[in-house]
């Protein structure tokens, strides 16, 4: 049971003492550990909280402890931390002639007596750490803790990093009193509980702490009744968002476990990475009062966030629309959610239209080339909202494919400068011979030519580059017209790794390609199915062929979809 959940300072520690038992591993930080540890709490510079007395501070991960009594602590996870804080105090101390210095807490591994050889270091004391190897480790790290303060030089102010390391560094403060702590041990160390931002968080809802013990017992008992409700809905929660198509809706990144986190890092509006609990240290000032209405007005905007976002998620339009913009990265979900929060739907709804067109400002499609940075955004958008037209059809983009696949824009004919070097010459062209049409007057010569290369053994690089360039003019139209090969109406929407496969293919090979990944089940974005299955051309295609009107009939169906999201006169 957890019996205290919070940060305290560096200089808190020194009144305790800390017990290493015999289950756990010895000391193993390494060099480069203690300098990385010591870069950051000097980098770090504090700045005051906007409407708060307070300052930020540098967050430590958790040491998760179990107490004895009488100020003495078993460490069940952290130890490593705790031994280097050690160090680093110890060091510090030596600048103060002896009755002038700290007291610092005591850390005794169980197995080891360490307790006086910590005591002892950079001392005439100091015991030989050659036959022990956690001294051996302990000393090498302190060595490392000793040159990194030596090399500052003389404008280093050390009275500063003291002060910014014993009263401005923090560790969170784990307290369990489960009189198992091996299994406790046990499941931190293998992963089962891991102390996510999530985890901590969780534990100020279910903290004891929140339990006044002067409490009349029908309160104490409402209390209890209502934590038990947040722990079942924090699961339900938990539940809900592991289905991908609602996670990665609102995520670009892949999360086993925790997805609630994502959650409070919206409510704090984190700024990014750096600080691994930057979140949990912001969620926590909403716990200064420690009680019943902190923990339920807390949750109930928890619930609000959620709420909202499961809206988004269960409602089509908004599903697609939302979830395109996210993609496109002009909004944030947190601008999204102020926005959402202040408006009626309707409103809500023209806001997301106007961010639409936003993203697709200064676009002209008789313009748009595949180097253009918004030629993804289009083909994306075109995709979604052809979805969309189909008001009888409950089908959903799939974002969590969408983002966990690399996705390309891919030319829709062969590209005739195309890069040959993962192209195998004789396979490309057996794929490519039973589509040539024979009714050309250059085919018959063209197919022997092939037959001959391949039976030659395909090892003639110059016989393949005339035979490769001569195979795409059969097919494509433009090959040699760049502009028009890295057209907007010569590019679609497709996953790298079917991209990678085709190797600059014929159109005829691509189309046979897309067929059979749509049979066998894969997604296949609904506008890229259209264009390899002739949607756009009148009857009777020429099936083997991106012609010109094909590509001007495409064009004209990207231009009529997206009609509203553009600006002006898009004819060109």
């Known amino acids: ?56 501070w540098y967050c430590l991960q958790p040491i998760v402890v179990r107490n004895k009594g009488d100020n003495e602590y078993e460490v069940i996870d952290g130890q490593q931390r705790l031994t280097t804080i050690y160090l680093i105090l110890h060091y510090l101390n030596q600048d103060f002639v002896e009755d002038r210095r700290d007291k610092l807490f005591s850390i005794d591994y169980k197995t080891r007596n360490t307790a006086v050889f910590l005591q002892n270091l950079g001392t005439d004391k100091e015991e030989n750490a050659d036959n022990n190897i956690d001294f051996y480790y302990i000393k090498d790290v302190y060595s490392a803790i000793k040159n990194w303060f030596s090399e500052k030089g003389n404008d280093f102010d050390i009275n500063e990093f003291r002060s910014k390391f014993k009263f401005n560094t923090k560790v969170i403060w784990y307290e369990n009193s489960d009189e198992d702590a091996i299994s406790v041990f046990t499941r931190l160390n293998i992963g089962k509980i891991s102390l996510t931002n999530a985890e901590l968080i969780k534990a100020l809802f279910l903290n004891s702490s929140n339990f006044d013990v002067n409490q009349a017992s029908k309160d104490k008992i409402r209390l209890q009744e209502k934590q038990s409700e947040i722990a079942a809905e924090w699961d339900s929660f938990e539940t809900a968002l592991h289905d991908d198509r609602f996670w990665f809706l609102l995520s670009g990144k892949r999360k086993e476990s925790n997805r609630i986190e994502l959650i409070f890092d919206v409510m704090i509006n984190k700024p990014g990475e750096g600080d691994a609990f930057y979140t949990f240290r912001e969620f926590n000032k909403n716990f200064s009062k420690r009680n019943a209405a902190a923990v339920e007005d807390n949750w109930k905007e928890v619930k609000k966030y959620y709420q909202r976002f499961h809206e988004w998620y269960s409602e089509r339009n908004l599903y697609h629309i939302i979830g395109y913009l996210l993609c ?78 690399k996705w390309d824009i891919e030319h829709i004919s062969a590209v005739a400068d195309a890069d ?21 007057k250059e085919a018959e010569k063209l ?11 395909g090892k003639d690089t110059d016989a ?17 017209d760049t502009e028009q090969v890295d057209h907007i109406s010569n590019l679609a929407l497709l996953d790298a790794r079917t991209n990678r496969g085709y190797k600059n293919e014929v159109f005829p090979v ?51 979809v997206l009609q509203d999201y553009l600006e002006g006169d898009q004819n060109g």
């Open 1 to 56: 049971m957890l019996e205290k959940l919070e940060p305290i300072i560096i200089n808190a520690l020194c009144r305790y003492a800390f017990y290493i038992p015999a289950y756990q591993r010895g000391y193993r930080w390494t060099k480069q550990e203690a300098v990385d540890l010591l870069n950051d709490i000097d980098d770090f510079k504090e700045r005051p909280i906007p409407d708060s007395d307070d300052k930020t």
């Open 328 to 405: 496109s990265n002009e909004v944030t979900i947190r601008e999204l959610h102020d926005e959402s929060a202040k408006m009626t739907k309707s409103e809500f709804e023209t806001y997301l239209q106007e961010c639409i067109k936003k993203s697709l400002a200064g676009v002209v499609l008789s313009e748009l080339n595949k180097d253009n940075k918004k030629v993804k955004n289009v083909l994306l958008l075109y995709n979604i909202l052809t979805m969309l037209k189909n008001s009888n059809e409950d089908s959903r983009f799939p974002f969590d494919v969408f983002k966990n696949d």
């Open 420 to 440: 040959k070097k993962r192209i195998d010459p004789v396979q490309w062209l057996k794929d490519a011979r039973p589509y040539i049409d024979t009714n050309r």
């Open 447 to 457: 197919i022997k030519s092939i037959n001959a290369y391949i039976s030659a053994g």
């Open 464 to 480: 393949f580059d005339d035979l490769f360039k001569r195979v795409i003019e059969h097919f494509e139209e433009n090959a040699d």
């Open 510 to 560: 691509k189309r046979k390609t897309i067929i059979e990944k749509d049979k066998a089940g894969e997604f296949i974005p609904i506008c890229t199915k259209n264009v390899f299955l002739k949607y756009f051309t009148d009857y009777p295609p020429k099936i083997s062929f991106w012609t010109r009107d094909d590509r001007e009939k495409y064009e004209e169906d990207l231009a009529a």
